[in-house]
């Protein structure tokens, strides 16, 4: 049997463009009323005027002119911001924030009020919160310029019932970035609005999803489900706003516009309210009970595009929000885990991420089964990722021995990235005349052997540093770009003058991790993983002895230090003097280690001795046994030297 007229005609309907739908409508339909009975006519008609009076005194949201307003404002803020770079006593940003927020506010209220009371024009409604989005996002100064304004400005927000005047909510906040949680208080009430009034609009809302996503990322999507809260797990953290729950709360001019075919009007919508609000951390205060299964369809979609989403980039971060959204965490927990071991070497990071989810899950098994097929794609900025991976392994005794392994590796693999590094500002470090005079070097006495070392620094360090190749120099003199590093006009030494560790940009990821490795971090990281994993010693004394057999000069304070010193003027070398620094320090915790045990070598042996002489004194005689332990007490007594050198090292925090 085939579907009724209307339901085809509907389907066909949805799926024309406005100006079809228009056309269609004018052209044929608008014809059939003169050849329906008058009192079918008529009472088409008396609808239309019913509606014709209900949306009388709707706000109207002009897109187009809030747009060039709201552009003008941004345009003359970047233009202050220019201005007070150079004299900030003129600067004036803190008014134009005000007027950009105002102008925001009211225009929100307006939108609130067009899908939530008169409930029409949800599509409009919506791009008019994305543009507001979009505006908020521009209103950052990222290049230059201070923010203090931006983030410092304190501002309220009402919204308020266009029909009745009565505060629904109350927003008051500190910084302008806050008022993302305005705008997403909004789209869930767009959204359940939209599914309460117009059911077959709900294939709608995920592309409408997907926008929000594309502005303000996916970590706005479960904030839009609790209201612009955020949900920790351990309930719905409250923001600084309040709602009003006095009358305008659950008036009944509220509670009507969301009664649907079949429901009793005179129900008691206020007790249903209170109730459902109870059981459930989605309802607003402000809904009527019959709201509570639009916002539980608004959340399965939320999820789903979350879903979608961590199918081609997993989280940990996204992993955990889809489980506080959904109402059926096993099973979707399930769902995502076989997602996330299925799509872990598709790239790296996947990878990366595969490897904290299952760190989160305590999934040793999963964990070594994935490394072991996709350990050649981690890189140096997954060294958390990978650590806390290393200690879920190390907690389970199976897999003990092998998480050891991995952090023998890795500190040897950062050890080996540092001497390559070192060949920098030392190209003949490794030269064979160098590395002869470095065993003589060390065989001397470290308080006579000052000018030797510096010479020796000075022999084996890379000359000419100070100047820029000729292409370079000439490129900076006539206001170009500096050449890239690898080029035919010079080496990595051209990067010397990009502050990459301070950009925060993930598109700078790969040169961070090329030409600015965290070798300080990843180390100590290192370190602090073997120590997690148990029974360290093992591990530290291979490592330091490689280390030895790598660098020889580690062990001489002296060098290091001198080293340290040529290095320290120059750009760009700051990451190769933490990670020297902290290698030398390793190094050096390493050798106190191994002259504590010497010392208490001695100290047994000669409590040895003394506990012979003791008993030769008794059998020889009193008076040789006193002489015997004068000696001992006296060479007890003789310093150490090597206490000093112990104790400088102690003091590094870094190791524990």
Known sequence: MSAPYSTRFTQIYDTLPPDGQRALFETHLIPLLDNLPDSVATKVLDSAKEMQTRLMAIPKLDYYAKRTELEGLLNELERVQKQSLYIKERSSREPLFEET????????????????????????????????????????????????????????????????????????????????????????????????????????????????????????????????????????????????????????????????????????????????????????????????????????????????????????????????????????????????????????????????????????????????????????????????????????????????????????????????????????????????????????????????????????????QNQPSPMAFAAIMMGLPVPVAGSEFGGVEELNGLDLGKETDPDLEDLRDEFRPQFKSRFQGWLGATLTVGNPDQVFRAVFTELLTMMPFLRESDIVEEMLNRMSDKPGRYHICDGLETVHTFVGTELCKERAQLEKRKRKEARAKRKAAGQNAQASGSGQGTQTRSRTSASRATPDPSISLCQSFASFDGID
Not at 106 to 132: G, K, M, P
Not at 431 to 453: C, G, H, M
Request: proline share 4%.
């Open 101 to 464: 927020m105002d102008s925001l506010s009211n225009w929100v209220n307006d939108i609130w009020s067009v899908v939530f009371e008169y409930q029409t024009n949800f599509r409009l409604a919506h791009q008019c919160l994305i543009l507001a989005a979009e505006m908020l996002r521009r209103m950052f100064a990222p290049h230059g310029g201070c923010n203090c304004a931006f983030l410092n400005l304190r501002f309220l927000t009402n919204i308020k019932r266009h029909k009745t005047g009565k505060i629904v909510k109350t927003f008051h906040f500190i910084g302008v970035p806050n008022f993302e949680r305005v705008l997403l208080w909004t789209w869930r009430d767009l959204f359940v609005s939209m599914l309460a009034s117009v059911p077959g609009q709900k294939h709608a809302i995920p592309d409408m999803l997907q926008d929000i996503q594309a502005v303000l990322s996916w970590e706005s999507l479960p904030k839009m489900v609790f209201g612009g809260k955020t949900n920790t797990g351990d309930g719905v953290h409250e923001d600084d706003s309040h709602e009003d729950l006095d009358s305008e709360m659950y008036d009944t001019e509220g509670e009507e516009e969301f009664v649907t075919e079949g429901e009793d009007e005179d129900e008691d919508e206020d007790d249903g309210s209170q109730e459902y609000r109870i059981l459930s951390p989605f309802h607003a205060d402000h809904w009527p009970k019959s709201s509570s299964f639009p916002v539980d369809d608004v959340r399965d979609l939320v999820q789903q595009c979350l879903v979608s989403y961590f199918q081609i980039s997993p989280s940990l971060e996204l992993y955990k929000s889809i489980k506080k959204v959904s109402t059926d965490v096993p099973t979707i927990r399930h769902s995502l885990l076989e997602t996330t071991e299925s799509n872990a070497l598709w790239s790296s990071d996947n990878f990366a991420a595969a490897l904290s989810i299952f760190a989160s899950e305590d999934s040793a098994e999963v964990i070594w089964r994935l490394h072991t097929r996709g350990a050649h794609l981690l890189r140096p900025r997954d060294a958390f990722d990978y650590q806390t991976a290393v200690h879920t392994l190390g907690s389970r005794p199976a897999f003990k021995s092998r998480a050891q392994k991995i952090c023998q590796n890795q500190l040897l693999a950062i050890a080996r990235e540092l001497r390559a590094e070192l060949g920098l500002p030392f190209s003949r470090l490794y030269d064979s005349a160098r590395v002869t005079e470095l065993e003589a070097l060390i065989k001397q006495n470290p308080i006579s052997r000052t000018a030797n070392v510096e010479s020796w620094v000075t022999a084996i360090s890379t000359p000419n």
